[in-house]
């Protein structure tokens, strides 16, 4: 493996937080292009735009970027997928048709997909291009100072929950791979984060994205945040492994096969192997700890006894992900 | 080729005029979403591109805002882009004409304009389209569906012109120009056939289709940049006139006549006139020909480029006259005068005018404007110490209203 | 104490004072900015007519991202403030982190530099201060110390260049200060106000003066970037995609450094590319944020220490523990030994 890559789309430079994990996000979501496809990426307003475009500089290097209004990011996407048909059937693409294949990536945050960008992104869903959408979710509005978005986790103290006062959805964040998965149209749907147990698994989910291209796609990676949630910029990776083996970060992906949405589950935590409740296995403090904005809710037993259900049933639930899944490893 | 063969007649209505301007200038993305009064425009495209007249993508957007992001994202792509709105859609999709004009986005949009709630109200009034009056983009206003259609051809030549690359706005009134059906000339397809070539395609300088010159939009600019990105959004406007001109007298001499900035109904030797938008311009003309009868010398001008402002022309126009009228299908509550009066109070303020000039408000939710109406407004020009110390404007028609005109 | 040199006397009538911070996150000097208005508030509480002065504070909004480099604005005055329009020159530029540039930016000989550093002519020669005036106060190693006595996790280094601070404007007593600190720590705890409170008595105390007025002191070289004018942009702000924000050298922004583990002597450790550990598995190349390990023929051979940002996740993340962390300075010390040897 060298240094020279044929495709890096992002330089170093990056103007994010020290041991911020975004750029690595964004080289693993892009690492599955094809050498076949050009694409133009859309960023919605967040720590992402920042960080690579800062007039008169920016970090893309070869490949178009468009930041349109933040909540628009998948609006814009569709229009740019139709521009590319229409042109190209009508012959005055800029350069020329080539016969190259031709995919619109979107990167937004949790803030811009969750909330104010739901309703624009359900249309993008339902229009149907093969865009692929990457969710890269922090669990907060990070640029503007850590604020609460609607993937923000029970209790999670933020700019506008402090104290983790908790919120009025008890059964916690919304699940966006759910809500995609209602859409007919969409062609694959994944959840992954960052690991030194599945190394590969964002790059595979990449690759993946790319491969699936009769309809919109979704990579909604949760991407650890030292800032907003409060643990040093060395331990991104040790955090994220807690995460993945305690349950609350679950790694699953599902296809359009026919008519149907097959979830496959990419990691079973041992906590509920065999689909039994293991409860001393890897409880959930063992993640809440490492984190500071989870302050207030190891203080209170109430809300740890509720919030550690929570994550139990989401697994073991009735249509839990065990429910949901094909067999694990099958 | 005579000039009878450039077009042909068709009865049609302003919205389908939009739309069978959309369709000769040969559109190539149409984002929108339904309101009414502007509905039928994406309607009857889509008819035209079912009926293969027109070779077009439409996208079904979920909200103005997205129907409005979806054509910035469309213009930046390269594509000649349609939208359509009113009202409510219209100030939902407010931040993209911002967005439009300084990423200098050649969007066309028609605006079928309507009041705006509270109350709700879906008939004609100009509230909507003079909110976003200092957004940035060109704005016409068409008094007939035959000018819906010619301003949609040329907005697309003018707003594409490298010397401007600005978006432009065709404003008509809901239902009385929207839905009124009235006999128009439409280009041939032998008057297709002449104007395409001189329309062009859009050639964007820098898309984010070019693969080979990438490049990053719509990003952040810092303040040691930003005001210098505006001149030069601003610096386009200042073109605009020019471009207007060539425009209309290129498309007067080939297809048939249009107006570039003002129209004036006997105002060379007129003492009172009338300044207003839109179709309303009819009824001011009924006023001017009963008043001159009486023996008063009133005349009218209907405003049709409002932005940019035809500050010369009405300079020009009004210079000398005795008192002129300023009738506003909208309000700035608050404000020493409604939109089109302050723009033109304005205008006249730094030349040698010492003209008086009148507001009126009229017509709000779609009010009929009564010419008895319209002819006492013109006779309290006679007086203008009646009224030269009036703080804001003179409201028209309102039951048990306590301003007297 | 030799400081009557160092006072700065705010007239009746006269603009603004204004001060600059330079500091990195987490220091604690956002907090500095709104503990000079709040001096200002206590005096004017203090004083027989409430109108003793004005004062005004703000950040610079830029990109506070971790470990980049942060800026606060005070503007201090006898009579009301009213403009709040960043000035071109600052009276007094207060230097909490000796490694961040551009510092002398807006400054000229009657500036005067407090600077967290031991000795202040050092200093003034090493960043290349010009011929100015210079107070130093080595608050990174009082604010450790206080710390450690008093078991406190917050006794950042800007209480104790807030003490040098105040012998610039004689008008504020050390009474005063301590007043304001503690109000500003309390819902910290005790230990937190009592730390604060000592770290100001010391930097106050410990505070040591160079007047470089006149003398040979060198002023760095501030190369202003060209800006273009408008009809030289692109249309609408857009900009060519070429990466040329590889311009910014985010290593700036690094207050530790990965560096090679020696197998053999645990302890010392060496700057290279000799390997001992490593065995070039690419989990880190792979981990990087920055993607600034860089790699030749299929071996880790170093890291670009341009844009390497000290995070730290190498180190967490290498399964043989190959890479260490040094503090940034030791390691510029370490840099400069070894020049000097070869």
């Known amino acids: 493996m060298t240094q020279e890559k044929i495709f890096e789309p992002l330089t170093r430079g990056f103007a994010a937080c020290s041991g911020c994990m975004m750029p690595g996000m964004a080289r693993a979501v892009l690492s599955g292009k094809p050498d076949d496809t050009d694409i133009v990426v859309v960023v919605a307003s967040g720590c992402f735009v920042v960080a690579t475009d800062i007039y008169p500089r920016t970090a893309w290097s070869g490949v178009s970027m468009l930041h349109p209004n933040f909540e628009t990011a998948a609006s814009a996407a569709s229009a740019l997928c139709a521009s590319y048909k229409v042109q190209k059937r009508k012959h005055h693409l800029p350069n020329g048709n080539t016969g190259r294949k031709f995919r619109v990536v979107v990167l937004a945050g949790d803030g811009a997909t969750f909330d104010i960008g739901l309703g624009p992104y359900s249309g993008m869903l339902e229009r149907g291009e093969p865009i692929i959408y990457v969710c890269y979710d922090n669990g907060a509005y990070s640029n503007t100072g850590e604020q609460s978005s609607g993937s923000t986790p029970s209790h999670a103290i933020t700019a506008t929950t402090p104290g983790g006062v908790l919120r009025s959805e008890k059964a916690g964040g919304k699940d966006l791979v759910s809500i995609t998965l209602s859409h007919p149209a969409v062609a694959y749907a994944a959840r992954t984060t960052f690991s030194t147990m599945l190394p590969n698994d964002i790059k595979e989910k990449s690759a993946a994205a790319f491969a699936h291209d009769t309809g919109p796609v979704l990579l909604h990676v949760i991407t650890p945040c030292p800032r907003g949630w409060g643990f040093k910029p060395s331990d991104a990776y040790s955090v994220s492994d807690l995460a993945i083996l305690t349950g609350e970060c679950p790694l699953y992906h599902a296809e359009k096969v026919g008519r149907d949405h097959i979830m496959h589950l990419d990691y079973l935590p041992e906590r509920y192997l065999g689909g039994i409740l293991h409860p001393d296995v890897h409880p959930i403090t063992e993640l809440l700890e490492t984190q500071d904005r989870f302050g207030d809710l190891l203080k209170r037993l109430d809300w740890l006894a509720d919030y550690q259900e929570e994550i139990d049933h989401r697994w073991l639930g009735r249509h839990g992900l065990i429910a949901k899944c094909e067999p694990y490893g099958s | 080729m005579t000039k009878k063969k450039m077009y042909e007649v068709f009865e049609a209505d302003g919205n389908t005029m939009g739309a069978a301007a959309a369709v000769h200038a040969d559109t190539d993305v149409v984002a929108a979403y339904p309101i009414t009064p502007c509905t039928q425009v994406a309607e009857r495209i889509g008819d035209h591109i079912k009926r293969k007249e027109l070779d077009a993508e439409c996208l079904r957007m979920d909200g103005e805002d997205s129907a409005g992001a979806a054509c910035t994202a469309a213009s930046i792509a390269g594509s000649r882009t349609l939208d359509i709105t009113s009202s409510q859609g219209l100030l939902f999709k407010a931040q993209n004409l911002y967005f439009w004009a300084g990423a200098r986005c050649p969007v066309v949009l028609l605006v079928a304009t309507r009041a705006v709630n509270a109350p709700c109200n879906i008939h004609d009034d100009f509230s909507d389209v003079m909110s976003l009056r200092d957004a940035g983009q060109i704005m016409f206003f068409a008094k007939n569906p035959q000018e819906v259609y010619d301003f949609t051809l040329l907005g697309f030549k003018i707003a594409e012109d490298p010397r401007v690359q600005l978006p432009f706005e065709v404003c008509y009134r809901g239902f009385k120009v929207s839905h009124t059906m009235t006999i128009n000339k439409i280009l041939s397809p032998d008057g297709v056939k002449v104007f395409r070539p001189w329309l062009g395609t859009y050639k964007r300088p820098q898309s984010v289709l070019d693969f080979e010159h990438p490049i990053v939009a719509g990003g952040l600019v810092m303040p040691d940049y930003y005001i210098e990105t505006k001149y030069g959004q601003n610096h386009g406007m200042r073109q605009v006139p020019a471009v207007i001109k060539e425009a209309t007298n290129y498309f007067s001499k080939r297809f048939w006549p249009v107006f570039s900035d003002t129209e004036e109904f006997m105002v060379d030797d007129a003492e009172y006139v009338a300044v207003v938008l839109g179709d309303e311009f009819g009824m001011m003309k009924d006023a001017v020909r009963q008043l001159r009868a009486r023996g008063i010398k009133a005349g009218a001008i209907r405003v049709v480029c409002y932005r940019p402002f035809p500050v010369k022309k009405i300079q020009k126009l009004l210079a000398g006259k005795l008192a002129v009228a300023v009738f506003d299908q909208a309000i700035s509550s608050g404000g020493p005068s409604a939109p089109l009066c302050s723009d033109l109070r304005s205008a006249l303020y730094n030349s040698d005018s010492k003209t008086p000039v009148r507001g009126f408000v009229y017509g709000l939710g779609g009010r009929t404007l009564e010419l008895t109406e319209v002819v006492q407004s013109y006779e309290s020009l006679k007086h203008p110490k009646k009224w030269i110390r009036e703080t804001e404007p003179c409201w028209i028609g309102v039951r048990g209203g306590s301003d007297k005109i | ?342």
């Not at chain 3, 006072?7 to 204004?18: D, F, H, Q, S, W």
């Not at chain 3, 500036?111 to 011929?131: C, H, M, S």
């Not at chain 3, 007047?211 to 249309?235: I, S, Y």
């Open chain 3, 1 to 342: 104490m030799d400081n009557k040199n160092f006072e700065i006397l705010i007239e009746k009538g006269a603009t603004p004072i204004n001060i600059r911070w330079h500091a990195r996150g987490h220091m604690g000097f956002d907090n500095v900015g709104k503990m000079i208005v709040s001096l200002m508030a206590l005096k004017n509480a203090n004083s027989e007519t409430e109108t003793f002065g004005d004062a005004s504070g703000a950040g610079v909004f830029g990109a506070e991202k971790e470990g980049a480099p942060t800026i606060t604005d005070n503007a201090l005055s006898f009579e009301k403030i009213e403009s709040f329009a960043k000035p071109k020159k600052f009276d007094v530029k207060v230097i909490a982190d000796t490694t961040i540039e551009g510092v002398t930016v807006n400054t000229d000989e009657t500036t005067i530099f407090l600077v967290n550093a031991k000795d202040p002519e050092e200093i003034a020669r090493t960043i290349g201060l010009g011929p100015s005036r210079v107070i130093a106060v080595d608050a990174t190693s009082i604010a450790l110390v206080e710390m450690k006595k008093t078991g406190s996790k917050t006794a950042f280094p800007n209480t104790a260049v807030m003490g040098a601070f105040i012998h610039i404007f004689p008008f504020i007593s050390l009474e005063e200060l301590c007043g304001v600190i503690k109000q500003k720590y309390r819902g910290r705890g005790e230990d937190s106000v009592e730390a604060n409170i000592a770290c100001a008595k010391r930097g106050y105390e410990e505070a040591k003066f160079f007047d470089g007025r006149g003398t040979d002191v060198p002023k760095a070289k501030m190369v202003a970037p060209k800006l273009l004018n408008w009809d030289e942009l692109l249309p609408g702000g857009a900009l060519w995609a070429n990466g040329n924000m590889d311009e910014i050298k985010t290593g700036d922004w690094r207050t530790s450094r990965p560096i090679r583990v020696d197998e053999m002597n645990a302890d010392k450790i060496l700057l290279g590319i000799k390997k001992t550990r490593c065995t070039d598995c690419m989990v880190c190349v792979e981990c990087c944020p920055e993607n600034c390990i860089l790699v030749e023929n299929e071996k880790v051979v170093g890291i670009d220490l341009d844009y390497c940002k000290g995070c730290g996740i190498c180190n967490n993340v290498c399964p043989f523990g190959a890479i260490g962390i040094m503090p940034e300075a030791k390691a510029k010390a370490k840099e400069k030994e070894k020049a000097k040897e070869e």
